[in-house]
């Protein structure tokens, strides 16, 4: 019953409710049914009891009367016979509380020794419409009768027997009962413990089923945990109308899936227009890099040729600017290959500040050597990524370098770490207190090759862009108010952000 959907439990629920609801009704009115019944069969029996003794006791007083006196009226009159059937009748009424009784004479043509009904109106008007009825088809059938009758809340039972005299039908013995006490009273069959075992029950099945949505909800609560940490896993399919709401989410995250493949196709496409876009400045830089130098080895051998026709002996000035130079080409050829080729970072768990600390003592010379002081702002407890080690540090190296040429004697650099939980991320910050980067630089700053004479060259910040790109992060520049430099680098805590910069 737990893979019903919901509206089948409920409606299971409310169908066993109505159901036991129902039984008890039929249950309490057949018992209702049942006891009405038996009060009207036990009372018939004792009516019935009553009139025979009735019944035998008026045929034995009427054997005193002579045959041919059965028809003196007359007799009916007389106190002696009135006085003796009353005293039969009141004698066996003496046990046979709220009946009524008495004798009708079928020859004479009158009620004797009569009790009347004095409880309600009802009873004397059933009493007065039903009783002579009954006596007429007692006298006619010759046996005995017997009859019930409703008006209103007034319910009667009449019983009556014939009474014989030396084998000669000579009047009814007659009782009368009104069952409205018994008949209103309390049934005898306690509904309470029955209601209280159908809330127990009611209860149990909400509870059932409460249970079990909460389980598929737990369920689908799961399921999205573990879409937190890999998207391609789906929640499991829940029943009923739950279903409507875990293939929702299926399709949600299907949907997100195919967005964030579409979302990383669209930055690979976005990143390689980037890239040639900045061909031409990287042309232009290239060939700014290298026509000087190959002027400088074009001037010396056309002076090698000259000096060969003169017979003289190559200088070791001009021997050493030409490898100069050729070393100075080779660097911008390595740069050219560093910003085009696509890199395979080897990632590996690595303590940040360590990191930071040994690049320091690799500069540490040059430091003091222009007394320039270091301070720390580092995040507490730690603070490890998922990076790089050798391409981080060359990042960190640049950005020193960078901060130690814009650096006057005596100057300060301030270096910070911090980490986002929310964002997964790490950010390690270098800072000086320089003059700052003028708005027309700081525009072309990430720009391979960009020189320029007025503020001395930027040194390596577009092959650090590379890195921190290709580790999924970047570089920004932060603008202060006051005077300095100030560059962040933020990268992925475990190799992949949850979000970056746009």
């Not at 019953?1 to 509206?7: P, Q």
């Not at 007389?78 to 006085?83: F, G, I, L, V, Y």
């Not at 320089?434 to 503020?455: H, L, N, Q």
């Given at each position: 019953?737990?893979?019903?959907?919901?509206?089948a439990q409920v409606i299971i629920t409310v169908a066993i409710l109505a159901l036991g609801v129902i039984?008890?009704?039929?249950?309490?009115?057949?018992?209702?049914?049942?006891?009405?019944?038996?009060?009207?069969?036990?009372?018939?029996?004792?009516?019935?009891?009553?009139?025979?003794?009735?019944?035998?006791?008026?045929?034995?007083?009427?054997?005193?009367?002579?045959?041919?006196?059965?028809?003196?009226?007359?007799?009916?009159?007389?106190?002696?016979?009135?006085?003796?059937?009353?005293?039969?009748?009141?004698?066996?009424?003496?046990?046979?509380?709220?009946?009524?009784?008495?004798?009708?004479?079928?020859?004479?043509?009158?009620?004797?020794?009569?009790?009347?009904?004095?409880?309600?109106?009802?009873?004397?008007?059933?009493?007065?419409?039903?009783?002579?009825?009954?006596?007429?088809?007692?006298?006619?059938?010759?046996?005995?009768?017997?009859?019930?009758?409703?008006?209103?809340?007034?319910?009667?039972?009449?019983?009556?027997?014939?009474?014989?005299?030396?084998?000669?039908?000579?009047?009814?013995?007659?009782?009368?009962?009104?069952?409205?006490?018994?008949?209103?009273?309390?049934?005898?069959?306690?509904?309470?413990?029955?209601?209280?075992?159908?809330?127990?029950?009611?209860?149990?099945?909400?509870?059932?089923?409460?249970?079990?949505?909460?389980?598929?909800?737990?369920?689908?609560?799961?399921?999205?945990?573990?879409?937190?940490?890999?998207?391609?896993?789906?929640?499991?399919?829940?029943?009923?109308?739950?279903?409507?709401?875990?293939?929702?989410?299926?399709?949600?995250?299907?949907?997100?899936?195919?967005?964030?493949?579409?979302?990383?196709?669209?930055?690979?496409?976005?990143?390689?227009?980037?890239?040639?876009?900045?061909?031409?400045?990287v042309v232009a830089g290239v060939a700014h890099e290298i026509r000087t130098p190959l002027s400088a080895?074009?001037?010396?051998?056309?002076?090698?040729?000259?000096?060969?026709?003169?017979?003289?002996?190559?200088?070791?000035?001009?021997?050493?600017?030409?490898?100069?130079?050729?070393?100075?080409?080779?660097?911008?050829?390595?740069?050219?290959?560093?910003?085009?080729?696509?890199?395979?970072?080897?990632?590996?768990?690595?303590?940040?500040?360590?990191?930071?600390?040994?690049?320091?003592?690799?500069?540490?010379?040059?430091?003091?050597?222009?007394?320039?002081?270091?301070?720390?702002?580092?995040?507490?407890?730690?603070?490890?990524?998922?990076?790089?080690?050798?391409?981080?540090?060359?990042?960190?190296?640049?950005?020193?370098?960078?901060?130690?040429?814009?650096?006057?004697?005596?100057?300060?650099?301030?270096?910070?770490?911090?980490?986002?939980?929310?964002?997964?991320?790490?950010?390690?910050?270098?800072?000086?207190?320089?003059?700052?980067?003028?708005?027309?630089?700081?525009?072309?700053?990430?720009?391979?090759?960009?020189?320029?004479?007025?503020?001395?060259?930027?040194?390596?910040?577009?092959?650090?862009?590379?890195?921190?790109?290709?580790?999924?992060?970047?570089?920004?520049?932060?603008?202060?108010?006051?005077?300095?430099?100030?560059?962040?680098?933020?990268?992925?805590?475990?190799?992949?952000?949850?979000?970056?910069?746009?």
């Open positions: 019953m737990a893979r019903l959907s919901l509206r039984s008890a009704v039929v249950y309490i009115t057949s018992a209702g049914d049942v006891t009405r019944e038996n009060i009207v069969r036990l009372n018939r029996d004792r009516l019935a009891t009553l009139t025979e003794n009735l019944a035998r006791r008026y045929g034995s007083v009427l054997t005193f009367i002579a045959p041919s006196q059965f028809e003196d009226t007359s007799l009916a009159e007389r106190d002696e016979m009135q006085t003796l059937l009353v005293t039969i009748t009141r004698e066996e009424l003496a046990n046979a509380t709220d009946v009524q009784a008495g004798f009708y004479h079928s020859i004479w043509k009158k009620y004797l020794a009569a009790g009347l009904p004095s409880d309600t109106t009802a009873s004397m008007e059933l009493y007065n419409r039903y009783l002579p009825v009954l006596v007429r088809a007692t006298v006619e059938e010759q046996r005995e009768q017997w009859s019930q009758h409703e008006s209103g809340n007034s319910h009667v039972v009449i019983v009556t027997k014939p009474v014989y005299t030396r084998g000669r039908l000579v009047g009814v013995a007659w009782a009368f009962d009104s069952l409205e006490d018994q008949l209103s009273g309390p049934t005898p069959f306690n509904v309470i413990p029955f209601l209280q075992i159908m809330a127990v029950l009611g209860i149990l099945l909400a509870s059932y089923f409460v249970i079990n949505l909460r389980n598929e909800i737990d369920s689908i609560r799961k399921g999205l945990e573990l879409m937190k940490q890999d998207l391609t896993q789906r929640p499991r399919p829940a029943p009923g109308e739950l279903r409507d709401i875990t293939d929702s989410i299926s399709e949600l995250a299907e949907t997100i899936l195919v967005q964030q493949k579409d979302r990383e196709t669209l930055q690979r496409t976005v990143q390689q227009k980037e890239k040639l876009a900045s061909l031409g400045k080895i074009k001037t010396r051998v056309q002076l090698w040729q000259r000096s060969r026709n003169k017979k003289q002996a190559l200088s070791q000035e001009s021997m050493e600017l030409v490898v100069s130079e050729l070393d100075r080409m080779e660097k911008s050829v390595q740069k050219l290959l560093y910003f085009s080729k696509q890199r395979k970072l080897n990632l590996q768990r690595t303590d940040l500040h360590e990191l930071i600390e040994s690049t320091l003592r690799t500069l540490k010379e040059r430091l003091q050597r222009r007394r320039i002081r270091v301070t720390r702002q580092f995040a507490g407890g730690g603070l490890w990524a998922d990076v790089d080690r050798l391409e981080l540090r060359e990042v960190i190296i640049n950005l020193l370098t960078n901060a130690i040429d814009a650096l006057p004697r005596g100057g300060e650099i301030c270096i910070h770490t911090s980490a986002d939980a929310e964002k997964g991320t790490v950010t390690i910050g270098v800072e000086d207190s320089g003059k700052g980067i003028a708005s027309d630089v700081a525009e072309r700053m990430f720009d391979p090759f960009f020189t320029t004479k007025e503020t001395g060259t930027v040194l390596g910040l577009s092959t650090a862009y590379e890195i921190a790109r290709a580790h999924d992060g970047f570089i920004e520049h932060i603008v202060s108010q006051e005077k300095g430099a100030r560059f962040d680098v933020v990268l992925p805590q475990n190799g992949h952000a949850k979000s970056g910069r746009g």
